[in-house]
């Protein structure tokens, strides 16, 4: 199965930083959708092979303050329509129990997925992250074949 990442990073670097080399195992691409002005987020993502970044104003249109589904739509519009979609905050480990599901064949591509676990993520001051595992998170996580995006 073939699993292709996108997340929402503007002004978000200290995060993506620590959560981005961790959840790129778990993705055969990622996709991160930032403004024009987050150097920052463009220069993380250059270290790594299979991140693409999307830089658009679209967050920004009809003079919204910050629009992140406009960002998201933007980005989906890129994904291929024939594969498997996870769209994740950039502030959350995807978590290890994750890599079970690329094992699965029989997804059913009419529903939305979710993690069994969700895995908060801190950053300390030394710069490291915590895990720790249970249902309450700061981040979000849908796993969901693109064909449904129609």
Known sequence: MKINAITICVNYADYLKLTLPENLDFFDTCLVVTDYNDKETEEICSKYEQVTV???????KNNAPFAKSAGINAGLKLLPKDEWVVHWDADMLVGKNFESVKKLTKLDQTKLYGPHEK???QK???????????????GFFQLFHASQLD
């Open 54 to 60: 999307l830089k658009t104003d679209a967050f920004y």
């Open 124 to 138: 300390n001051e030394m710069g490291s992250i915590h895990h720790s595992g249970g249902t309450a998170c700061a």
């Open 119 to 121: 895995l908060h993520t």
